[in-house]
Structure formats: C-alpha cells, structure tokens
C-alpha cells in the first residue's frame, strides 16, 4: 500500500466554482501533513501546511482527519491560474517526506 | 538568484554513460535530499544528508551515488545510466525549525537513450 494516496483526477472546474479532493495516509504516526503545488514541469511549492484544527489561506482551506487519516484541499471561488497538480505531503520521520502522486486541477474560463 | 540552483536543466545522455546533477542552495540549510519524479507515482526520495559528514540512502538508492562536498552543495551521480533511470530530478532543502517544509530545485530533465 503507498504512503500517501491520492485521486489522480483531473478536476475540471469552471471559473468560481469550488473544488475540493482527499489524500489519504497510512502511518497513524505521521507529524506533519501539507498541500504542494506543481505546475507543469515546475518543481513542487509549499501552498501551506495543514494543522489539526483545519486551517484557511484566503481561497484554500485544509483539514485533517487523523482517525480517518486523510486531509483535504478545498479551493474556493476558482482563477484560472488555481489549474495545477496539487501534492498530498506527509512528514513520517524526521527527514522524510513522503509525497503523493498528485490530483491534477483544471479551471476553464 | 534562485534559493536552490540545480545544473543541467535538461540532458540527454547514453546508457552506461556516468553523470552528474549539481545542486547548490543559498539558504543556509543543512538538509539536502534528492528526488527523482516519475508520472503516476510521485516524488521517491533518492539520497538525502543532515549535513557535511552525513549521507543517506532513501528508498531508490541503488545505482546512484551522491557526494555532499560542502553545506550549499550536493551532487548527484548515475556511475552507469539506464533507461528506466530518465526522470525527472529534484533536488530539496529544509529547515527543521521551518516545519520541515521543502524548497526544491527547478529540476533536472534527464534522458538516458
């Protein structure tokens, strides 16, 4: 079973619409959980971290379920340049994190 | 300047050729890692080090090599390229004081035909 699972999609989504998607985890003793972007052929970059009461960043909103041991994304009020392959991270050890093959997002005008 | 500069952008190289990927970072950070990206299955951790004098293997370590030769810098080597061994390669830093949050390299296409 991998680490860290996630929908491949892709979500297509018109323009304001809300999206939202799941990442599930397999270690119960995983510490940190965060939401990477990744644009095409770009490197991942931390969108934000995901704490365990939920957390908001203007139109991105995270949560964590640690008993069902997944996190979500969701993404309000979507831009067009919101299209991108989000990364499910999730800190295990102390030097390793363990990345999620990413849920592709496309908004269309 | 980017805060981590990963040399070549691209190559294509023949198998059994040896190469390297240089990385180096201006963030002061004592943790590297290598990552190699293949679609469908996400970033696998390659090599990583805590700092000058340490070096680990991670999950994919067989047929790569690294060398650590000074805190900015951490190079990764393929002694005899393969196939299967064309990726795309990422190269990270952290900060543990920084929620071990990643900045990674722009990366490194690599082709072995």
């Known amino acids: 079973r991998k680490e860290v699972e996630q929908d491949p999609g892709p979500f297509n989504v018109p323009e304001g619409a809300t999206v939202a998607f799941n990442c599930t985890y397999s270690?119960?003793?995983?510490?940190?959980f965060f939401w990477y972007r990744q644009d095409c052929r770009k490197e991942p970059k931390l969108l934000m971290s995901?704490?365990?009461s939920g957390n908001e960043d203007g139109r991105f909103t995270a949560q964590l379920n640690r008993a069902s041991q997944y996190i979500s994304l969701l993404i309000r009020d979507s831009k067009l340049s919101d299209s991108a392959t989000y990364l499910c991270?999730?800190?295990?050890?102390?030097?390793?994190?363990?990345f999620g093959a990413g849920t592709t997002v496309t908004v269309r005008a | 300047d980017a805060d981590v500069t990963q040399t070549p952008r691209n190559r294509i190289t023949k198998t059994g050729k040896r190469i390297m990927l240089e990385c180096s970072q201006t963030?002061?950070?004592?943790?590297m890692y290598w990552y190699r990206q293949d679609p469908g299955l996400g970033l696998r951790l390659i090599y990583y080090s805590f700092d000058v004098k340490d070096i680990n293997k991670g999950e994919i370590s067989d047929g790569y090599s690294v060398s650590r030769q000074a805190q900015a810098k951490f190079s990764l080597s393929l002694e005899s390229a393969i196939p299967n061994q064309t990726a795309l390669y990422f190269c990270?830093?952290?900060?543990?004081?920084?929620?071990?949050?990643?900045?990674f390299g722009s990366g490194t296409r690599l082709t072995v035909v």
């Open positions: 991270v999730v800190n295990i050890h102390d030097y390793k994190l363990s």
């Open positions: 990270a830093t952290s900060d543990p004081g920084q929620n071990y949050g990643y900045t």
């Open positions: 270690n119960s003793a995983s510490q940190s």
């Open positions: 995901v704490y365990s």
């Open positions: 963030k002061g950070h004592d943790r």
